[in-house]
């Protein structure tokens, strides 16, 4: 059975994208992987129009935590002091990767179901010298989309560079890089992107590669070293040449159909299908409106109904869904609507949902 994944990534792929990911045998010491790479580094800055002359996109191997750990550990300097904004699972990574890689550090805690609290996060930056903030742009926890816009400006306002988790929403979400604040985001190749997993990637701003952590915290997630080689059609370590493949295919398909806005209206289309379907089988959402990206919502679950109920039934229908993480494992579940997903998908998804809640 072919299973529509509404999990937040790996996601759904089309055909074209699968196809290149087999499509070549590849040497990467040759020119055609090194053609394949900068096809790729261009592409991804191409997503949002970052100008090469300011922006760099980094590859490297891994999930999307390589991208975030490698991000944190190698763009803050080693006299570094970083305040973090959790309200979930990513939220409190950051913490934790910059706790193991010995980053002073200091938490702007949240319960995972709030909201940035920008009063707090203004008296944090007023109380101390932070030179650099992290934050989740699309905490996938609850699907809230953290408003980083207004999280720059108070950066700006405060000196203070924002590093950013955009895992979940690179491709689909508006991402301030006009900003002067905003200095790198994580991504990876498939969520947003659409590409399969074994790939993620650091955008950031050349300055940011300038100043970072000296000497190194990490041999094999040290930015500079594979930006450095990158720009020289080199590659420190063996890359995940499939996923690069799959990743050129997938960006191009991305640009074919009208690029991240486009991604946004369609995702935004599928969500809100889902989300009125569900609301009128009496299951509500767990954010308010407005509040969730438009890649992932979370619902609260049912009372005559278990998780385990629900993921069996719509899995039995082909699709797959996703629990909720820690604590709020029984108490919600959540459907994301990323990847390749048609109108006949959906229309099959709506019908699924319809019996298994009214069961
Ligand atoms: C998926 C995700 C990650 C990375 O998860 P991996 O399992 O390492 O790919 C990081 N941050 C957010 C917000 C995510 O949604």
Redesign the pocket.
């Known amino acids: 059975m072919r299973y529509i994944l509404l999990n937040?990534?790996p996601v759904s792929i089309s055909g074209g994208v699968r196809k290149a990911a087999l499509s070549a045998d590849l040497c990467h010491r040759e020119p055609e992987y090194f053609a394949l790479q900068d096809q790729v580094r261009r592409g991804l800055l191409d997503v949002y129009g970052c100008a090469p002359a300011e922006w760099t996109s980094v590859l490297l191997g891994g999930?999307?935590?390589t991208a975030?750990e490698a991000m944190l550990s190698s763009l803050l300097p080693r006299d570094a002091r970083l305040l973090v904004i959790e309200n979930g699972v990513?939220g409190e990574r950051i913490s934790r990767i910059a706790q193991i890689h010995g980053v002073e550090f200091q938490a702007v805690k949240h319960e995972w179901t709030d909201a940035i609290d920008f009063e707090r996060v203004a008296q944090a930056l007023s109380d101390r010298d932070f030179t650099h903030v992290a934050a989740?742009h699309?905490?996938?926890t609850t699907g809230r989309l953290n408003d980083i816009d207004r999280l720059a400006e108070l950066c700006e306002k405060h000196g203070a560079e924002l590093l950013l988790?955009s895992?979940?929403s690179f491709g689909a979400e508006s991402i301030p890089f006009e900003s002067p604040a905003l200095i790198a985001c994580a991504g990876?190749a498939n969520?947003c992107l659409h590409g399969i997993p074994g790939l993620c990637f650091v955008v950031c701003r050349n300055t940011a590669l300038q100043n970072a952590a000296e000497p190194p915290r990490s041999l094999y997630m040290h930015l500079p070293l594979w930006a450095e080689k990158q720009d020289r059609q080199g590659t420190p370590f063996t890359p995940a040449v499939n996923s690069m493949l799959a990743l050129k295919q997938a960006l191009r398909e991305l640009a074919q159909q009208g690029g991240w806005r486009a991604r946004h209206a369609h995702y935004s289309n599928l969500a809100g299908q889902v989300q009125r379907q569900l609301s009128r089988l009496g299951v509500q959402s767990l954010l308010s409106p407005g509040e969730s990206s438009c890649v992932l919502n979370a619902y609260r679950m049912p009372a005559a109904q278990t998780y385990a109920e629900i993921h069996d039934g719509l899995k039995q229908r082909g699709f797959v869904i996703y629990a909720g993480q820690g604590n709020l494992e029984s108490a919600m579940f959540r459907i994301s609507t990323m990847g390749d997903i048609g109108n006949y998908d959906m229309e099959r998804l709506l019908a699924a949902l319809s019996s298994v809640f009214s069961e």
């Open positions: 937040p990534g999930s999307g935590t975030l990513y989740v699309h905490e996938t988790d895992v979940s990876t969520k």
